[in-house]
């Protein structure tokens, strides 16, 4: 078995350079099953929060299904953040969509601006979890839910997925982990899922 390509995948936690352009766009193609297994797990609302949106995909499809939805797009790159944005031309144009570089755990968004967030793939890169999905839930609306979807499992993974969370240094929680800081972090009817087949895991709740 060859290793992974490093190359291609360098700036996962921050896309940079063409590498990174490369990157969001692939992954604008290939997240998609997770992205709608993630979907499955919560009920969208009117005002939609996406942390590390990438290239934006997630908010695309959504928009697509939720024409009453208003959708922001949130991410420390300004590669994904313009390249987001030049994706959803018509929809950010129409006021519909917008895109921000930001990240947590610093949101600049008031407490309980949306009914709905979520991270896809993300939460392994952010400075502190914890924190992070703290400042979710305090930008998410009383009753709000919020979900993430991750296809890095801590325990779970095998030899190349673990090289690569070596090499960039990504900390990807177990199951049981990321049920003990969605608890941590105030969430309420905190689920978690474990997809055996693709080995995925969701966890899901509400502010
Ligand atoms: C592997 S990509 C996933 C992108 C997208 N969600 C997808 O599934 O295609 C991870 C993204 O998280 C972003 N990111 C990393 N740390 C972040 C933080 N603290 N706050 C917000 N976004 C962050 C990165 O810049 C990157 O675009």
């Keep these: 078995m060859t290793g992974p390509d490093f ?13 990174g352009r490369d990157m969001i766009l692939r992954m604008n193609r290939e997240h998609g099953p997770l992205r ?8 969208v609302g009117r005002a939609v929060l996406d942390v590390g ?15 009453e939805a208003v ?5 420390i790159s300004p590669l994904a953040v313009e390249t987001a944005t030049s994706l959803n ?7 519909r969509m917008r895109f921000l570089r930001c990240g947590v755990p610093d949101l600049p968004f008031a407490d309980g601006a ?10 392994y890169f952010w400075p502190d979890q914890l924190a992070g999905l ?9 009753g709000g839910y919020f979900m993430t979807a991750l296809e890095m499992v801590g325990g779970m993974m095998d030899e190349r997925q673990l090289a690569i969370v070596a090499h960039l240094k990504m900390a990807c929680p177990t199951r049981d982990e990321l049920e003990a800081l969605m608890v941590s972090a105030g969430f309420a009817d905190v689920t978690v899922e474990f997809e055996p087949e693709h080995r995925w ?7």
């Design 36 to 43: 709608a297994w993630g979907f499955a797990h919560i009920p």
């Design 134 to 142: 703290r400042e979710i839930r305090r930008v998410l609306a009383p």
């Design 7 to 19: 190359s291609k995948i360098e700036t996962a936690g921050c896309p940079a350079g063409d590498a």
């Design 89 to 95: 031309e018509s929809y950010v144009k129409a006021g």
């Design 114 to 123: 949306f009914d709905t967030a979520f991270s896809v793939e993300s939460l």
């Design 71 to 75: 959708l922001t797009g949130c991410d």
């Design 53 to 67: 949106c990438g290239a934006g995909a997630a908010l695309r499809e959504l928009a697509e299904l939720h024409p």
């Design 201 to 207: 895991l969701c966890a899901a709740g509400r502010r």
